[in-house]
């Protein structure tokens, strides 16, 4: 697309939850309908939320998820010191560029509420003209992250897509 060109639709986003006990039924995701009640609110239309074991299978909902080209796909969970949490080790192989400053944010975010919010250890870059974060599991810290990407999101899809304003 030209960055003069009128983007065609809406943006697409996906949205990949790492949970063993969500993905084996023990209890209902709720970081999820948080993410895609303000992926909506931002005008994205969504694909259903992938709720799937910590591990591999992120890295796999999310590589399935570019197949698509989606605008962003967010993550959230795995991101902590557990020995199954790793979101990190997964997204990090399929990024293209880092964008360390909006995870700095992030954990700057949350840790003005919990100092645990410093041990996430979560991922924010680019693949191809798709935006990737990782979110913390918890629905607080996913609304933490989600305001501070909240001034920023129109932007960096702009960026992604062509355009050079500043």
């Given at each position: 697309?030209?960055?003069?060109?009128?983007?065609r639709?809406?943006?697409?986003?996906?949205?990949?939850?790492?949970?063993?006990?969500?993905?084996?039924?023990?209890?209902?995701?709720?970081?999820?309908?948080v993410?895609?009640?303000?992926?909506?609110?931002?005008?994205?239309?969504?694909?259903?939320?992938?709720?799937?074991?910590?591990?591999?299978?992120?890295?796999?909902?999310?590589?399935?998820?570019?197949?698509?080209?989606?605008?962003?796909?967010?993550?959230s969970?795995?991101?902590?010191?557990?020995?199954?949490?790793?979101?990190?080790?997964?997204?990090?192989p399929?990024?293209?560029?880092?964008?360390?400053?909006?995870?700095?944010?992030?954990?700057?975010?949350?840790?003005?509420?919990?100092?645990?919010?410093?041990?996430?250890?979560?991922?924010?870059g680019?693949?191809?003209?798709?935006?990737?974060?990782?979110?913390?599991?918890?629905?607080?810290?996913?609304?933490?992250?989600?305001?501070v990407?909240?001034?920023?999101?129109?932007?960096?899809?702009?960026?992604?897509?062509?355009?050079?304003?500043?």
């Amino acid at each position: 697309m030209n960055a003069c060109e009128p983007r065609r639709g809406p943006r697409k986003a996906g949205v990949v939850i790492a949970s063993n006990r969500a993905a084996a039924g023990i209890y209902e995701d709720k970081s999820g309908p948080v993410i895609l009640d303000w992926l909506v609110e931002h005008g994205y239309e969504t694909f259903p939320v992938m709720v799937v074991p910590d591990g591999e299978p992120v890295g796999a909902a999310i590589r399935a998820l570019l197949t698509q080209e989606p605008a962003v796909v967010i993550t959230s969970g795995g991101t902590g010191l557990s020995p199954d949490d790793r979101t990190p080790e997964v997204t990090l192989p399929l990024l293209d560029r880092e964008i360390p400053g909006l995870m700095e944010g992030i954990r700057r975010a949350g840790a003005a509420k919990t100092p645990m919010a410093m041990l996430s250890r979560g991922h924010a870059g680019t693949a191809g003209k798709t935006f990737i974060v990782n979110l913390p599991g918890s629905p607080k810290g996913v609304m933490d992250g989600l305001a501070v990407l909240d001034p920023v999101i129109a932007h960096l899809c702009d960026q992604l897509e062509g355009s050079h304003d500043h």
